[in-house]
């Protein structure tokens, strides 16, 4: 069994900044990639950063880039996304999860097997 957990999520000010981590157990493999996705009340679930976990370039929404960065860490088997110049439109709760690569496409939360249970990030005014 997969297990994704998130942390670090919470409240922070605009311009302010947030780590999140998201931490893996269980056998997942390395042909796997994690990404990051949010959902804000009322709004769909929403893409925002992918990685390869065996190397390569990650992928970003437009709406995040040169904001946040998505990192792996296969030691630890964590994938951190820093988020930095925060604003009040990226409160929502935050996600982590597992997908194939080779299989779907990284941006639809439907391409995904595994699933954290969310961390809210509140960014104020």
């Known amino acids: 069994q997969v297990l994704l957990v998130e942390s670090g999520g919470g409240s922070v000010q605009a311009e302010g900044s947030l780590r999140l981590s998201c931490a893996i157990s269980?056998?997942?493999?390395?042909?796997?990639?994690v990404g990051w996705f949010r959902q804000a009340p009322g709004k769909e679930r929403e893409f925002i950063a992918f990685?390869?976990?065996?190397?390569?370039?990650?992928h970003y929404a437009d709406f995040v880039k040169g904001r946040f960065t998505i990192s792996s860490d296969n030691a630890k088997n964590t994938v951190d996304l820093q988020m930095n110049s925060l604003k009040p439109e990226d409160t929502a709760v935050y996600y982590c999860?597992?997908?194939?690569?080779?299989?779907?496409?990284?941006?639809?939360?439907?391409?995904?097997?595994?699933w954290g249970q969310g961390t809210q990030v509140t960014v104020s005014s």
């Open positions: 990685i390869n976990r065996g190397g390569g370039s990650p």
């Open positions: 999860a597992a997908k194939p690569l080779f299989t779907g496409s990284y941006y639809s939360h439907s391409a995904y097997d595994y």
């Open positions: 269980g056998r997942i493999f390395v042909n796997y990639g």
